[in-house]
């Protein structure tokens, strides 16, 4: 007799890390169901790059639709859920408040609800943020569990109403729900709008003469960066932890904006003063200028510790980037990109079908 798989289904599996997750837990031998909203342009190139876009089953829903929402939770009948989807850009919560606050706040309160009147046994994860601290900080210079949240956005005020579910679903109906405090974590398939990504793909396009400048906001806030693969890891073990709980996922080391920078250019052999320059139109109404996360709880818990430096970090990504603008120029097509995107929508059901 086959043993027993156990289901996932992740919310945001297009998105960077529900495309690692999803990757991890095939490894893991779980059943991946995936939740794909509609877009006018279908978003699959992580999942293709991963080459598991056809060993996932992809189902059509949104985080602010509960019909769908509802049904896809019924119908796939998860062991575990993983809410990875957000409105996740920290400067676009500021030109979408209302926006922000429906996805990253109700939705993740439709996901519980949804569960609670289904099947509380399922367990959930939350994709809780360093952003909740704001400019909070301990007095010995990093962030825990115990810091206090002082959110300076309103993508963290919608995190901070989701993270407080999680505490309060606990208490009133003994549900599992976690969560993990991460902090910033990046990747080859990171966002291009991220000043991560952003900075190793202009230095790509630069290396080749394909654009002149980069043009920055803040270059002094400091971010805690890990690599997304590394946290996902932590991600399963924080759901398989004896009970439900928050950990906060860092590195405990943080660079400047401007340390990565210079960082980037210098793997690409580039002098950054000649072609970054600060904008206003970059710079936050409201900034988080430090971040960085003691994760003492998480290694003295769950025995899990980061496994990729900053340097090697900022090194995988600008060369990933500049292999993927070398093969464009080459005439190959990028790696990551969908040959045709209306093809992949084969892959999409709608959960009454499944
Ligand atoms: P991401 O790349 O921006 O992915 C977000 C995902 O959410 C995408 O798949 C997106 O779908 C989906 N989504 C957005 N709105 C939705 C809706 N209304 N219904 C269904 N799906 C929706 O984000 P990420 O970096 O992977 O982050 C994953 C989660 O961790 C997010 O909740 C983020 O806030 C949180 N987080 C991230 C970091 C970090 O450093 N990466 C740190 C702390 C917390 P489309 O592809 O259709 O847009
Ligand atoms: O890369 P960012 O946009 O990430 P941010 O705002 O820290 O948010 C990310 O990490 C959070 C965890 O702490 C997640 F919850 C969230 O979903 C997201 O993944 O900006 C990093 C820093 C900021 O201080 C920003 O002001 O870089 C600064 N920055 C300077 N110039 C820039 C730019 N950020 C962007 N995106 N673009 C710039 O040109």
Redesign the pocket.
């Known amino acids: 007799m086959d043993a027993y798989k156990k289901r996932a289904l992740i919310?945001?599996?297009?998105?960077?890390?529900?495309a690692f997750l999803a990757k991890l837990l095939l490894e893991k031998n779980y059943e991946v169901f995936g939740?794909v909203?509609r877009?006018s342009t279908p978003?699959f190139w992580r999942l293709n790059h991963l080459g598991i876009l056809d060993k996932i089953t992809l189902v059509s829903a949104?985080?602010?639709d509960v019909p769908s929402l509802s049904e896809a939770i019924r119908r796939t009948n998860p062991d575990e859920i993983y809410n990875?989807?957000?409105?996740?850009?920290v400067g676009s919560s500021f030109d979408q408040p209302i926006h922000s606050a429906l996805?990253n706040g109700l939705?993740v309160l439709n996901i519980i609800e949804i569960v609670r009147n289904l099947k509380e046994s399922v367990k959930i994860y939350l994709?809780?943020?360093?952003e909740l601290y704001g400019d909070s900080i301990n007095l010995d210079g990093v962030q825990n569990e115990e810091t206090p949240f002082k959110p300076n956005s309103p993508y963290a005020l919608s995190?901070l109403y989701s993270h407080e579910l999680a505490r309060i679903y606990r208490k009133a109906y003994g549900m599992f729900v976690s969560a993990g405090i991460?902090?910033?974590?990046e990747s080859e398939l990171r966002?291009l709008e991220f000043v991560t990504r952003k900075i190793t793909n202009s230095v790509a396009k630069i290396k080749f003469g394909l654009q002149d400048e980069l043009r920055l906001g803040n270059l002094e806030a400091k971010r805690d960066w890990g690599y997304?693969p590394d946290y996902m890891e932590v991600v399963w073990q924080i759901l398989q932890y004896h009970k439900p709980d928050d950990f906060v996922i860092a590195t405990n080391e943080n660079h400047s904006v401007r340390e990565f920078v210079e960082e980037a250019f210098k793997i690409a052999g580039l002098d950054w003063k000649l072609y970054v320059r600060v904008h206003a139109q970059h710079k936050r109404p409201y900034e988080v200028p430090y971040l960085k996360g003691d994760y003492s709880k998480a290694k003295r818990e769950l025995g899990w510790k980061p496994k990729t430096s900053f340097k090697e970090l900022v090194k995988l990504m600008v060369e990933s980037d500049l292999n993927r603008w070398d093969n464009h120029l080459k005439g190959k097509i990028f790696s990551w990109d969908a040959p045709n995107h209306s093809e992949n929508l084969n892959y999409l059901y709608r959960a009454k079908d499944l």
Request: proline fraction near 0%; aromatic fraction near 6%.
């Open positions: 919310t945001g599996v297009t998105g960077q890390d529900g939740v909203r877009i978003n949104d985080l602010t990875m989807a957000a409105q996740s850009f996805t939705g994709a809780s943020t360093s995190k991460l902090f910033n974590h966002g997304a």
